[in-house]
């Protein structure tokens, strides 16, 4: 059985950063990329970014480019998502997401993916 585990989710303020966690196991091969999205409030889950896992390629929703900053641990099999410069409109529960196989759709799109974890709650006051 797949397990995806988020953590390092909190309260921060406006301008401050956080590191989110995403720990997989149950099965620890063919991982093609793994990508964190979230949800705010009232609004549809959305992409943050992604990662393909044996090349490290990475990609960003255009508007948290520079701010964002995905990277894995292959042997660990862990996710993270540095965030920096963090703003109240990023309060949201954030999601990562496993893809085992090459996907038909784009790294953004929520169809490709496998397997998900529970979420983080990442809360940014002003």
């Known amino acids: 059985q797949v397990q995806l585990v988020e953590s390092g989710g909190g309260l921060v303020q406006d301008g401050g950063s956080l590191r989110l966690y995403c720990a997989a196991s149950g099965r620890a091969f063919s991982t093609y990329a793994m990508g964190w999205f979230r949800q705010a409030p009232g609004k549809e889950r959305e992409f943050v970014a992604a990662?393909?896992?044996?090349?490290?390629?990475?990609y960003y929703a255009d508007p948290l480019k520079g701010r964002f900053t995905i990277s894995r641990d292959n042997v660990k099999n862990t996710l993270y998502l540095q965030m920096n410069s963090l703003k109240p409109e990023d309060t949201a529960v954030y999601y990562c997401?496993?893809?085992?196989?090459?996907?038909?759709?784009?790294?953004?799109?929520?169809?490709?993916?496998?397997?998900w974890g529970q979420g983080t709650q990442v809360t940014v006051s002003s």
């Open positions: 990662i393909r896992w044996r090349d490290g390629n990475t």
């Open positions: 997401a496993i893809q085992y196989y090459v996907g038909t759709y784009a790294y953004s799109d929520q169809r490709n993916y496998d397997y």
